[in-house]
């Protein structure tokens, strides 16, 4: 029989390679490339034959369709971003970053599912069973019945979860941890990761049983091990926050079972992780509404708008380039957004530092935050405070038009609720809500919108020369 021949596999993409390199060829990672062997339990190995196939029932697409059966937890902002609640034979895989409240908000789902009578099992491999003790005392879970088991072993894990009656939910902290004696490599290798991760979505489709997986993130901000590991599971969801705010946010990116752009919003204290049930309250809590380049930005995360500060600096440069700082936006769509304002509205920021910030570490994905950003970026500019009472929203176009944006009823009516009387909206705006207690000016191109605030400001000049 052939020798097998070693692989040499990346720890970040799951690129394999022939011989080690320094430098992976599939992400560009340097120092990431691990020697393994290819046997490693997946796959019928060189001498085997494999066993002959048996046919499966085919059936048509017409037919009953069943709502999958789903656990809710009670936790509002959890059963949001996981589209209703946990669905009952699905793997989860949960990612953040050390430290942000993975554990903290899996230990209080499992206490709210215990004290509901479900059957919960959780299995920790980077903590002793007396350190998740003293978690769940801090969080006042340590009065239910959730079982606890510290190990690491696939084979083990398994065992213990099929001994008894099936738990309805099963927490595996975390998956950099398993290892199975199905394949030779260490720990948190690619080969361990996608194996242990096989067998508990196995698992959980035979048993009918929710598999909650946690994952450790790069320093990129993306879940370490191969890209696979994400495709493999039913549904993905991030943490973000940052430690210097003391909230958090739980982003669906992908779910079979749900929507992919809910949010869930927590709040982090001493007593573990608290719903936020209005975000825009918190995001909008500490303005200073006579402060120019500020502009009220009305956003929508799945079916929840928000609202949210963008603040904008522009400021001489000494430099002989200009400096371009984002937080919480896309670095490109700034470029972009300034490079119209110089071509179609006349407003040279080429001797500008430009600095752009998304108050309270909130992160924007939408296009239509274009308007608010170039309302701020004038705003700071001309050093004119916007009105503290109205909202911005629409996508800026590179010909300098604003386009529409959906949900335009939804977020004035978010707006009008936080006291917001007016709001700034492309012109073509669909289901416009009739007899709202607010006024809106639509623009139909960004020129209109900067003659806006130049008109105002210029009004403003005229009544400090007549007093």
């Known amino acids: 029989?052939?020798?097998?021949?070693?692989?040499?596999?990346?720890?970040?993409?799951?690129?394999?390679?022939?011989?080690?390199?320094?430098?992976?060829?599939?992400?560009?990672?340097?120092?990431?490339?691990?020697?393994?062997?290819?046997?490693?339990?997946?796959?019928?190995?060189?001498?085997?034959?494999?066993?002959?196939?048996?046919?499966?029932?085919?059936?048509?697409?017409?037919?009953?369709?069943?709502?999958?059966?789903?656990?809710?937890t009670g936790i509002s902002e959890l059963d949001r971003a996981t589209g209703g609640?946990?669905?009952?034979?699905?793997?989860?895989?949960?990612?953040?970053?050390?430290?942000?409240?993975?554990?903290?908000?899996?230990?209080?789902?499992?206490?709210?599912?215990?004290?509901?009578?479900?059957?919960?099992?959780?299995?920790?491999?980077?903590?002793?069973?007396?350190?998740?003790?003293?978690?769940?005392?801090?969080?006042?879970?340590?009065?239910?019945?959730?079982?606890?088991?510290?190990?690491?072993?696939?084979?083990?894990?398994?065992?213990?979860?099929?001994?008894?009656?099936?738990?309805?939910?099963?927490?595996?902290?975390?998956?950099?941890?398993?290892?199975?004696?199905?394949?030779?490599?260490?720990p948190g290798t690619v080969t361990q990761v996608r194996t242990g991760v096989q067998a508990m979505i196995r698992f959980a489709k035979q048993t009918g049983a929710a598999i909650v997986l946690v994952g450790h993130v790069t320093k990129e901000g993306q879940i370490a091990g191969p890209r696979v590991v994400e495709h493999m599971v039913d549904a993905v969801l991030y943490f973000e926050g940052d430690r210097g705010h003391h909230y958090r946010i739980l982003r669906t990116v992908k779910n079979r079972f749900g929507p992919t752009d809910e949010i869930g919003v927590f709040e982090m204290s001493d007593k573990g992780l608290r719903e936020v049930t209005n975000p825009s309250e918190l995001f909008l809590g500490e303005r200073n509404s006579k402060s120019p380049g500020a502009a009220v930005f009305a956003g929508m995360e799945g079916t929840r708008p928000v609202l949210v500060e963008v603040q904008a600096l522009v400021a001489p440069t000494s430099l002989g380039t200009p400096r371009r700082a984002v937080v919480g936006w896309d670095g490109a769509r700034l470029s972009m957004i300034l490079a119209v304002l110089e071509a179609h509205c006349g407003v040279r920021l080429g001797q500008h530092d430009v600095y752009l910030n998304i108050a309270g570490g909130y992160r924007i994905t939408e296009p239509a935050a274009d308007l608010a950003v170039a309302s701020a970026l004038v705003s700071s500019l001309a050093g004119l405070a916007l009105p503290s009472d109205c909202v911005y929203f629409g996508?800026?176009?590179?010909?300098?038009?604003?386009?529409?944006?959906?949900?335009?009823?939804?977020?004035?009516?978010?707006?009008?609720?936080?006291?917001?009387?007016?709001?700034?909206?492309?012109?073509?705006?669909?289901?416009?809500?009739?007899?709202?207690?607010?006024?809106?000016?639509?623009?139909e191109s960004l020129p209109d919108l900067v003659a806006r605030i130049a008109g105002s400001k210029a009004a403003l000049r005229q009544t400090d020369d007549d007093d």
């Not at 196939?53 to 048509?60: D, I, K, S």
Request: with cysteine; aromatic share 4%.
């Open 1 to 72: 029989m052939a020798k097998a021949r070693t692989q040499f596999i990346c720890q970040n993409c799951g690129t394999v390679h022939t011989r080690w390199v320094g430098k992976c060829e599939g992400c560009g990672q340097w120092n990431t490339i691990v020697e393994e062997d290819p046997m490693g339990g997946i796959g019928a190995g060189p001498g085997r034959t494999p066993k002959k196939g048996r046919p499966v029932a085919l059936t048509t697409l017409s037919g009953e369709i069943e709502d999958a059966p789903r656990i809710t």
């Open 85 to 186: 609640g946990f669905v009952r034979g699905s793997a989860v895989l949960i990612g953040g970053d050390p430290g942000i409240g993975k554990s903290t908000v899996l230990m209080q789902a499992a206490a709210a599912l215990s004290r509901q009578g479900h059957r919960i099992i959780y299995v920790s491999g980077e903590e002793a069973v007396a350190q998740v003790r003293l978690r769940a005392q801090r969080l006042g879970a340590a009065d239910t019945d959730v079982l606890l088991a510290a190990e690491t072993n696939v084979e083990d894990i398994l065992a213990t979860l099929g001994e008894g009656k099936r738990p309805d939910l099963a927490i595996i902290d975390s998956i950099q941890t398993l290892w199975s004696d199905t394949a030779d490599s260490a």
């Open 395 to 443: 996508e800026v176009s590179l010909s300098g038009a604003i386009r529409p944006v959906a949900h335009t009823a939804q977020r004035l009516k978010e707006a009008e609720k936080l006291g917001f009387s007016q709001a700034v909206l492309p012109s073509a705006s669909a289901d416009l809500p009739k007899g709202a207690g607010m006024s809106w000016a639509e623009m």
